[in-house]
Nanobody, 115 residues
Framework: QVQLVESGGDLVQPGGSLSLSCAASVSIASIAAMRWYRQAPEKQRDLVAAVESGGTTTYADSVKGRFTISRDNVKNTVYLQMNSLSPEDTAVYYC?????????WGQGTQVTVSS
């Protein structure tokens, strides 16, 4: 069983920055990839970014150059630094992990970009 707890969501103005955190209840060193997804109202949940255990990162085209994902295997935490935010980034952001074939999700954290 893996519990994931996201934090850091907030209301931010366009062009602003926000940093999300995802704390895991187990050592994430054993988890091959940690991912951030987001889901806007009435839209599907989309992959935003992923970081593998070796540090390789991948990003959705819509966030490349603006978002940075990182992982701290000592703190068992994954981060998502978001810069140059736009209203299109408004969504609930979810942390995701797959361990031993089972998929785990956090409860989500709301990010709202609005003036």
């Amino acid at each position: 069983q893996v519990q994931l707890v996201e934090s850091g969501g907030d209301l931010v103005q366009p062009g602003g920055s926000l940093s999300l955190s995802c704390a895991a209840s187990v050592s994430i060193a054993s988890i091959a990839a940690m991912r951030w997804y987001r889901q806007a109202p009435e839209k599907q949940r989309d992959l935003v970014a992923a970081v593998e255990s070796g540090g390789t990162t991948t990003y959705a085209d819509s966030v490349k150059g603006r978002f940075t994902i990182s992982r701290d295997n000592v703190k068992n935490t994954v981060y998502l630094q978001m810069n140059s935010l736009s209203p299109e980034d408004t969504a609930v952001y979810y942390c995701n992990a797959v361990r031993w074939g089972l998929q785990y999700w956090g409860q989500g954290t709301q990010v709202t970009v609005s003036s």
